[in-house]
């Protein structure tokens, strides 16, 4: 009897549930797979006032076939987890795919898995991506080799269903679209840094470059200690 294609989502404190709840949502309408989102130790998250609790302990997760990692002001201190890191790199060497949701690519790239790749991440915090070797790319889903990742936050569900596109088929992607009515039709056009009005984009990009500025320095030393762990290998 073929095993069931096995999904993993490691969350975190700090973790944007919409990153992984999106995803999650599409998921687990798939046929034949395993879903397992886990937190080392097993402990319950707490994310923007909603617990999740249940979580598989991400040590005790052998394997996976698509690894998925969300983003969250927490990944950039997730990154100087040494316990964290190491299981995002172990599950990493088993996965068919490596993928991710907004700067949860930046956690990739701190594992030292996107040099020389394309890759997405939330349009405040995309250039971060080059500390890492890894190439920004502005593309909602973005695809090179394995990895595959999404923009910011929303983009999780326009990720999901290109990945399920990627390994069950246009068919089912198609299918689980129909049946959760996934049909975006926003009410405003503000939803990207070039569409959205002067007003409105001054403010946030002054906002989210503060938030940048104030977590650096955790880039920073995550970068060097990456670098310094492939010239080493």
Not at 11 to 34: A, M, N, S
Not at 57 to 78: N, Q, Y
Not at 199 to 208: E, F, H, N, R, T
Request: aromatic residues 6%; hydrophobic residues 45%; negative net charge.
């Amino acid at each position: 009897m073929p095993q069931p294609l096995i999904i993993v989502i490691p969350i975190y404190p700090g973790v944007t549930q919409l990153d992984f709840t999106g995803p999650h949502q599409f998921f687990c309408r798939l046929p034949e797979t395993r879903l397992i989102t886990a937190s080392i130790g097993g402990q319950p998250i707490d994310s923007e006032g909603l617990v999740f609790s249940g979580l598989a302990d991400l040590a005790a997760v052998e394997r996976c076939d698509i690894l998925c990692v969300p983003g969250g002001f927490g990944s950039t201190k997730m990154m100087a987890d040494p316990v964290f890191m190491d299981k995002i790199r172990r599950l990493a060497g088993s996965a068919r795919y490596i993928t991710s949701v907004c700067t949860g690519s930046l956690i990739l790239g701190a594992a030292g898995l996107l040099v020389g790749k394309r890759a997405a991440c939330h349009w405040g915090w995309r250039e971060l991506l080059a500390q890492f070797g890894a190439i920004p790319d502005a593309g909602r889903v973005v695809r090179d080799g394995n990895i595959i990742t999404g923009g910011g936050v929303t983009a999780g569900i326009d990720f999901a269903l290109a990945v399920i596109n990627e390994v069950y088929g246009q068919a089912i992607a198609e299918s689980i679209q129909l049946r959760l009515e996934y049909a975006p039709a926003p009410p405003f056009n503000a939803g990207r840094p070039e569409t959205a009005p002067a007003s409105v984009l001054g403010p946030v990009a002054a906002d989210i470059a503060a938030a940048v500025a104030g977590r650096q320095s955790l880039v920073d030393e995550a970068a060097r200690a990456m670098h310094a762990a492939r010239a080493g290998e």
